[in-house]
């Protein structure tokens, strides 16, 4: 039953990546999507600014807020699962800076309501713009 259930989660153009897609495309950016020639295939790429974008599930990568939480079930599995998952996006953001490019990151929780959602795209878009490429 479960594992039906997860089978079902998407890993690409989930409704919180296609809002930040939206947001950032209205601000006038224009970026790739998913680029399979870096590490990690960043959710969102913009090669003019040298900036690579993650959307990050807070349940998937253990975030420390509500949705993070820890199942009651199998916990120690999927405690293993989290601490995979924050370790490889580590050791992602690592190669890519390496690289030259500048890692984002923005939490699903961040984008819940709409003045959230703005919030953390404005925020986003600003450091953008104002680090030099």
Same mark, same amino acid.
């Given at each position: 039953?479960?594992?039906?259930?997860?089978?079902?989660?998407?890993?690409?153009?989930?409704?919180?990546?296609?809002?930040?897609?939206?947001?950032?495309?209205?601000?006038?950016?224009?970026? +790739?999507?998913?680029? %399979?020639?870096?590490?990690?295939?960043?959710?969102?790429?913009?090669?003019?600014?040298?900036?690579?974008?993650?959307?990050?599930?807070?349940?998937?990568?253990?975030?420390?807020? !509500? !949705?993070?939480? #820890?199942?009651?079930?199998?916990?120690?599995?999927?405690?293993?699962?989290?601490?995979?998952?924050? +370790? %490889?996006?580590?050791?992602?953001?690592?190669?890519?800076?390496?690289?030259?490019?500048?890692?984002?990151?923005?939490?699903?929780? !961040?984008? +819940?309501?709409?003045?959230?959602?703005?919030?953390? #795209?404005?925020?986003?878009?600003?450091?953008?713009?104002?680090?030099? %490429?």
């Amino acid at each position: 039953m479960r594992s039906e259930r997860m089978s079902l989660i998407k890993g690409s153009n989930t409704k919180p990546e296609m809002a930040v897609r939206r947001g950032l495309h209205k601000l006038g950016f224009r970026f +790739r999507l998913h680029a %399979r020639n870096l590490s990690g295939r960043p959710d969102i790429v913009l090669p003019k600014y040298r900036a690579v974008i993650f959307v990050h599930g807070c349940f998937w990568h253990a975030h420390r807020c !509500q !949705q993070g939480r #820890i199942p009651g079930t199998n916990a120690a599995f999927w405690k293993e699962k989290f601490l995979s998952n924050r +370790r %490889r996006d580590v050791r992602v953001a690592r190669a890519l800076r390496k690289d030259g490019w500048r890692v984002f990151k923005i939490w699903e929780c !961040q984008l +819940r309501t709409p003045a959230l959602r703005e919030k953390s #795209i404005a925020k986003v878009a600003r450091l953008l713009r104002a680090t030099p %490429r």
